[in-house]
């Protein structure tokens, strides 16, 4: 059993603060990531559960235990770095050795470690190599190896496929979620990107200007994100100044409940919950289609409605093309006021 | 020929026209000569306007033992400033390429002060501050220490010499050496579990054994060649093989003895130069 607990972690750089205070608890053998934008706050979090950063105030606990000050050597974690950080003068067999040897295990031992490392992450033949003979993937894949061979209670990787093209990162981001799973152990992602966030993560927090905007599955921050950053900052979403009045807002003849106080609002609307075309859609308004991108799979509309685009997904079937005036209806949608949200439409 | 061809032809005859001059230079000005002098070494004139082998001067050299004690001083001289040189930038590097701030800054400008001021004045400056009657001695007596030896009528007068005026350079490959260690690669040893030392050990010095390589081969060349130092600095006897060379084609006037020494001392720094070649040329294998 490994958990981590955040309490009111706080880092400053003299006058600057990096991250306010913010608790987080990381449940035994769970996968979170943190998520944000550069700046948010996100690595330096992670470089202070490892020990690279001293936190200002607050709590680090593994297993219960503060490890706020200890230094890195001292934490039962393990880094995987965005550079891999391997060490360019020794074997694969040699870096993946080197912790263990530093941890007292006899030869026999860190041969059987290292062996049983190596094949987790695919690489049986390559202990006699040296890094530079190995590519991107591969180099990651024995950062990783290091790391795991040392069984840590707390697994932290500082976006470790960045560095890689994206059909790789694809495939490492499985075999990564795959391995964690199988060894359970608890680990904590960094990540900018939210495809990576979403597509391996039990949990997902999503950080700004040093701070938690919202933590919550993947499924939880796409569907009902908590704030407007987060719902600008994750998959693509319609951000729409409207006017709140009488239980409606409205813009250019579309008219949505909206159950709060009379007043300006942002009405926010994944494109996937907006159709082009409905007859029959309630509450409907009339928009000029400007620009079309076919994706493959679906359309990538853009409509032009009161002044304002907006961003339509459009099935490959729907009677689409661009110059045309159509109505738009909306499905599911949120309104946020004051960087907080105060309306969802399938809860009311 | 095609464009491409005339093009690169054309280049490369520019590039051959660039370098002819300096390497014609070189050539003429100091191989020519250097290659002469060491060839009148072993050939010598005879009465009959022919040449003959002669290795006599080498062998005066290697049984006479005011020679031999020269070399050996020269030796020592050299190594022990190259160990102290390299034991004392070091840690000065290390520091300047893990912290920064204002005190990395002042370290950095006064380790790198010596390269702006000549030999010449290093050694009043050592002599006026170290030397028997000097400052240092003046300040130990002012507070009851009167049994101050002046290293500088001793052999350790040139090391510090040395050491003083090969300081500007050492650091600067050493500091580029540890240029290339990433903070990432420290603190992922860090983050398996080594201390300072393991790191320093198992981390950071194989990684920059070729500057501590290529610090050592130049630094060799520099000492055991020097003239300025050991004859401003430490005792005339034994002196070392700069002093000696030179004391031997002025004051002696024997420019063959001269030029054997020169010779000799020519074949022992090729040693080191071969290992600095060696270094630059692993690396760019390794690259």
């Known amino acids: 059993m490994s958990t981590l607990d955040l309490i009111d972690v706080t880092k400053n750089y003299g006058i600057v603060t990096a991250i306010e205070p913010l608790s987080l608890s990381i449940g035994d053998g769970e996968l979170v990531c943190l998520l944000g934008p550069s700046g948010s706050g996100k690595s330096t979090l992670l470089r202070i559960i490892g020990g690279f950063e001293t936190l200002t105030a607050g709590r680090v606990l593994i297993d219960g235990i503060d490890v706020a000050f200890a230094p890195p050597e001292k934490r039962p974690t393990a880094m995987v770095f965005q550079s891999h950080a391997l060490w360019q003068h020794m074997t694969v067999f040699e870096n993946i050795a080197f912790g263990l040897k530093l941890r007292g295990f006899d030869k026999t031992e860190i041969r059987r470690k290292v062996e049983t490392g190596l094949s987790l992450v695919g690489l049986q033949d390559y202990g006699g190599r040296h890094p530079a003979q190995l590519s991107g993937g591969q180099r990651q894949r024995v950062a990783i190896a290091r790391c795991l061979v040392l069984e840590p209670k707390i697994l932290l990787m500082d976006e470790p496929f960045a560095s890689l093209d994206q059909h790789l990162r694809d495939r490492l981001r499985e075999e990564v979620r795959q391995i964690q799973k199988t060894l359970g152990i608890t680990t904590v992602f960094v990540t900018h990107g939210q495809d990576e966030a979403m597509s391996v993560a039990d949990r997902i927090v999503v950080m700004s200007m040093g701070r938690i905007e919202q933590v919550g599955t993947p499924g939880d921050i796409y569907a009902t994100p908590a704030t407007p950053f987060v719902a600008g900052f994750i998959g693509d979403m319609n951000m729409i100044p409207v006017m709140v009045s009488n239980g409606h807002a409205t813009i250019g003849g579309l008219r949505l409940a909206a159950s709060v106080a009379d007043g300006p609002a942002t009405l926010a609307v994944r494109p996937e919950d907006l159709t082009l075309g409905g007859l029959d859609a309630a509450g409907f308004g009339a928009a000029q289609v400007t620009r079309m991108v076919n994706y493959g799979s679906f359309f990538k509309v853009t409509a032009l409605l009161a002044g304002t685009e907006w961003k339509v997904q459009a099935p490959k079937t729907a009677a689409v093309a661009q110059g045309q005036s159509l109505p738009l209806s909306v499905g599911r949608y949120q309104l946020f006021r004051d960087d907080r949200m105060v309306f969802r439409s399938d809860v009311g | ?287």
């Open chain 2, 1 to 287: 020929m095609d464009a491409g061809n005339n093009r690169t032809g054309r280049i490369d005859f520019l590039a051959y026209g660039f370098i002819a001059i300096p390497v014609m230079a070189i050539v003429v000005f100091l191989f020519y000569p250097a290659a002469l002098a060491m060839f009148g070494t072993l050939f010598h004139k005879r009465p009959d306007g022919g040449l003959a082998f002669d290795a006599s001067s080498y062998i005066f050299f290697f049984t006479d033992p005011y020679s031999l004690a020269n070399l050996m001083r020269t030796l020592w001289t050299t190594f022990v400033a190259l160990v102290l040189i390299v034991a004392v930038n070091l840690p000065i590097a290390l520091y300047m390429r893990f912290t920064r701030g204002w005190l990395a800054s002042l370290i950095q400008g006064l380790a790198l002060f010596p390269m702006f001021v000549p030999g010449i004045i290093i050694c009043y400056a050592l002599i006026r501050y170290l030397g028997p009657n000097g400052w240092l001695q003046s300040l130990l007596n002012a507070v009851g220490f009167t049994h101050y030896a002046s290293p500088i009528t001793t052999p350790w007068g040139p090391v510090i010499g040395l050491i003083w005026d090969g300081m500007p350079m050492t650091l600067l490959i050493l500091i580029s050496g540890l240029g290339t260690i990433s903070d990432a690669s420290i603190e992922a040893a860090r983050d398996v579990g080594a201390g300072r030392l393991r790191i320093l050990r198992s981390i950071i010095l194989p990684q920059i054994t070729h500057s501590i390589l290529i610090v050592s081969a130049l630094n060799f060349l520099g000492f055991f060649g020097q003239v300025l130092m050991p004859f401003m600095l430490g005792p005339t006897n034994p002196e070392m093989m700069g002093p000696f060379m030179l004391r031997t084609f002025v004051s002696v006037r024997d420019p063959l003895q001269a030029a054997t020494q020169a010779t000799i001392t020519f074949l022992i720094c090729s040693l080191a130069g071969l290992a600095y070649v060696r270094s630059l040329a692993n690396r760019k294998e390794e690259r």
